[in-house]
């Protein structure tokens, strides 16, 4: 974690620096730095940027702000990131969504993930795990599918209320 944090604070250097708007006269950071994540609060992402919030403060000596800004699948948090002055102090803790998904799904989105944002470091990978209710009895995908499919099932969804789906037919 201490190689992120300083990779982070190295690269935050380096583009503050070399912004158009850079001074050098001011030392950066020489106000509060805004998060954005484009999540809820509560879930991993927000975890994980309240933790890399806590030790950039420490580090930097300056206060790092993480504000939740979830809604349009992230496009809200990203467009408003995309707007704010390109100075270093308000950036955004993205996820794929909002750099690879969003542009194939919306054709206008606020913001253009190649031209409107530099890529800092990457924070942290997480990993998906497809399970299953242990009572089925299958050791593979293939081999659930042969299972007696259940009526329903509910599903929490980040952001959402719980939704019914079909549990084998997705």
Same mark, same amino acid.
């Given at each position: 974690m201490r190689r992120i944090v300083l990779a982070c604070l190295s690269l935050l250097v380096l583009i503050s620096a070399s912004g158009e708007r =850079? /001074? =050098?006269?001011? %030392?950066? +950071?020489?106000? +509060?730095?805004r998060l954005v994540l484009p999540q809820p609060a509560g879930g991993a992402v927000d975890l994980i940027a309240r933790a890399l919030g806590d030790r950039l403060s420490y580090a930097l000596r300056q206060p790092v702000i993480v504000e939740n800004q979830p809604g349009a699948n992230g496009g809200l948090a990203a467009g408003q990131v995309a707007r704010a002055a390109p100075d270093g102090y308000t950036l955004l803790m993205a996820v794929d969504t909002n #750099? &690879? &998904? !969003? %542009? !194939?799904l919306y054709p206008n989105l606020a913001y253009d993930p190649f031209s409107d944002f530099m890529p800092i470091s990457i924070i942290a990978k997480v990993? #998906? $795990? #497809? $399970? =299953?209710?242990?009572?089925i009895e299958a050791n593979s995908v293939a081999?659930?599918?042969? =299972? +007696?499919? +259940?009526?329903?099932?509910?599903?929490p /969804?980040?952001?959402?209320a719980r939704r019914r789906i079909s549990a084998w037919n997705c």
């Open positions: =850079a /001074r =050098a006269d001011e %030392p950066y +950071p020489s106000k +509060p730095i #750099l &690879v &998904v !969003n %542009p !194939n990993y #998906l $795990v #497809l $399970v =299953a209710t242990s009572k081999e659930s599918s042969h =299972a +007696p499919t +259940p009526a329903s099932s509910t599903m /969804r980040s952001g959402s």
